[in-house]
């Protein structure tokens, strides 16, 4: 797989790059802000060498999911003046994804300047499972560059146009952040150093069952927590009350607790409550004595603790997923308290993207306590299970 400092060196000044890369960034639903830039700012490495060594650079990305038609809710527009904060260059926009606009712009930048092309979702070619439909789309974006740079890891499980089968039409190389997350995911995968502890979360078991699978042979400790959390204990033979259950995984997960012993641990406490609010009063209270009536929405204090102690002699951590509904303050003590024992894990730490990386920043934790947060999510995942990932297998080719 070559590189983009490779692609460079081969010499890119005045000519015109594609870049994709990965700007889906979480927008504030009544004013359209930008509320974590964590993204953009993870794809400046890239943009940058390329504008330092005189590339002519475009960008490809998505946000959100509009249904294969423009939509303004969707429009990069607040990512590209964001951007062009970052960069302290303004970052046109064009008007179409790769259409008239979008050429006439293209054809008119200068060495180190940069155009965001419109959201690639605005096209229903971008996702279509034909390949002769993406096929088309990913002509019209090759027909607007000389060279094509993946920096997008988030998207690289995506058999989409702008990911998989432009590369197919244009010379290719793996941009910085995808680079480094490779770099990193296969030390975690080939060669952790010992002890190598897992801390997962979030909402469904079922999102997870591939990773954990994938993963159990090969960590000292899996560490549950979230709302993955309930089926576990349903599968101890506990009331879980009204918490978030998947009923048809109580039986993979009494066979994931009896394969693996005491490597998977669950919280010993939690946070119940009546209802899903802020505005309700909480309860400490054993994971053994959950009321039928109540739900958790985080682990507690005690769990923190035994979580903690885990972690604190690992010399590699993989962390994916909220320990509760972080978003919700009184359920923000267990994501806030793992997300600091990761921190400060005196080897390599790795934050798996998703709401986890959203939930350090939120928290407004050090994003430099970790050795590496990943931008990934689903594709670190899949990447972790052992899944051929589309956009990596053809920069590879």
């Not at 009544?30 to 940058?48: E, F, V």
């Not at 993207?353 to 990934?376: C, F, K, M, N, P």
């Amino acid at each position: 797989m070559r590189s983009v400092d490779e692609l460079i060196a081969g010499g890119v000044s005045g000519r015109r790059v594609l870049l994709r890369a990965d700007l889906n960034v979480p927008l504030d639903k009544k004013t359209g802000a930008i509320t974590d830039d964590g993204r953009i700012r993870a794809s400046l490495p890239t943009i940058t060498a390329l504008r330092d060594a005189g590339a002519r650079v475009l960008i490809a990305a998505h946000l959100g999911r509009p249904k294969g038609e423009p939509d303004p809710r969707f429009s990069l527009a607040p990512v590209a003046a964001r951007l062009g904060e970052l960069l302290g260059t303004a970052v046109p926009l064009a008007a179409d994804v790769a259409g008239p606009d979008a050429s006439a712009k293209a054809a008119a930048l200068a060495d180190g300047d940069v155009l965001l092309l419109e959201n690639v979702r605005f096209e229903a070619a971008e996702t279509s499972k034909d390949d002769a439909v993406r096929g088309e789309l990913a002509d019209r974006l090759a027909g607007l560059a000389e060279l094509y740079v993946d920096d997008a890891f988030g998207a690289v499980h995506r058999k989409h146009a702008s990911v998989f089968d432009v590369a197919q039409r244009l010379p290719h190389a793996a941009g910085r952040l995808v680079a480094r997350e490779l770099e990193v995911l296969t030390r975690l995968t080939e060669s952790p150093e010992r002890p190598y502890v897992v801390v997962l979360g979030g909402s469904k078991v079922s999102d997870k069952l591939g990773v954990i699978e994938a993963l159990l042979p090969k960590v000292d400790r899996l560490l549950i927590g979230g709302g993955m959390t309930y089926t576990f204990l349903a599968a101890r033979g506990l009331e879980v009350g009204t918490s978030l259950l998947e009923a048809d995984q109580v039986e993979t997960c009494r066979r994931l607790l009896a394969e693996a012993g005491d490597r998977i641990v669950l919280p010993v406490d939690v946070v119940v409550t009546p209802e899903f609010s802020a505005d309700v009063p909480t309860r400490v209270l054993p994971a053994t004595e959950i009321p039928a009536d109540e739900m958790s929405l985080d682990i507690g204090p005690e769990s923190v603790a035994l979580f903690t102690e885990a972690l604190s002699g690992a010399h590699t951590v993989f962390w994916n997923g909220p320990m509760g509904v972080f978003e919700l303050a009184p359920f923000q003590g267990g994501t806030r308290g793992v997300a600091q024992a990761v921190g400060a894990v005196e080897g390599l730490s790795v934050v798996g993207g998703g709401d986890s990386a959203a939930s350090v920043r939120q928290l407004g934790l050090d994003e430099g306590a970790y050795g590496h947060i990943s931008t990934g999510g689903g594709a670190s995942l899949e990447y972790l299970e052992g899944r051929a990932l589309p956009g990596l297998t053809v920069l590879a080719d």
